[in-house]
């Protein structure tokens, strides 16, 4: 699985469920956007900084815009990858996640996500600076977009 649109992906696997599944025959696609959620979690935990974290420190990264591109679908029982990646940040009050969904037998990409983040204080919802404790964490694995 070398073909990933960036390096070093934090990797989630996943497989649907029946759940999962909508009157299609496919993983229904809110499934997917979920799915993102889970990993931008997960790597945000890694790198040191929990939903407690947050709180503590009335600030959050908030997704602002959200773009998925549903480029083939999966079934039930299909094992599955999901990379992510923080691929932009301006060091004070934004940053942008990157998502790809491949399957784990052949490596084919099904989706591509992009949500553009914003600091925002939790106690108002307004947009506020990255404190220090954000910028040590997440700064340090931002990935360069290709040029």
């Known amino acids: ?72 679908p999966s079934f039930e029982g299909e094992a599955l990858v999901l990379g992510t990646w923080l691929t932009d940040s301006d060091g004070k009050l934004t940053m942008e996640r990157r998502f790809q969904l491949r399957r784990a037998s052949d490596g084919v990409t099904l989706v591509r996500g992009r949500w553009l983040l914003v600091c925002i204080e939790i106690s108002s919802g307004k947009p506020r600076r990255m404190p220090p404790e954000f910028l040590s964490a997440y700064e340090t694995v931002v990935v360069p977009k290709p040029e």
């Open 1 to 72: 699985m070398n073909d990933w649109d960036y390096p070093s992906p934090f990797t989630l696997a996943l497989t649907p469920a029946a759940e999962h599944i909508d009157g299609l025959d496919h993983t229904n696609n809110a499934v997917y956007v979920q799915w993102c959620e889970q990993a931008g979690w997960a790597h945000s935990e890694a790198l040191g900084l929990s939903l407690d974290d947050y709180r503590r420190q009335d600030r959050a990264m908030a997704i602002r815009e959200g773009h998925y591109d549903y480029l083939l």
